[in-house]
């Protein structure tokens, strides 16, 4: 009966620390998807101010590397 007590002890541990890891990991991806929200926003009020200048496609990556470099 102790083995399996130990048993379940540890598998619940396990459990809270797998829900905790990913938690975090849910509100990183989270912000990454605010960001790369926000870039496209950005390019496309880019795109209508200029009449569709290929030099918004340059501001675009630009942003989206920073999104990535967040992570």
């Not at 797998?18 to 991806?29: K, L, W």
């Amino acid at each position: 009966m102790l083995r399996g007590n130990f048993v379940k002890t540890v598998f619940a541990c396990m459990l809270a620390m797998c829900a905790a890891i990913f938690s975090g990991r849910s509100v990183e991806v989270a912000q990454a998807d605010q960001c790369v929200q926000q870039c496209r926003s950005a390019h496309n009020q880019c795109r209508v101010a200029t009449k569709g200048s290929s030099s918004c496609d340059s501001q675009l990556q630009s942003c989206m590397d920073s999104c990535r470099r967040r992570r």
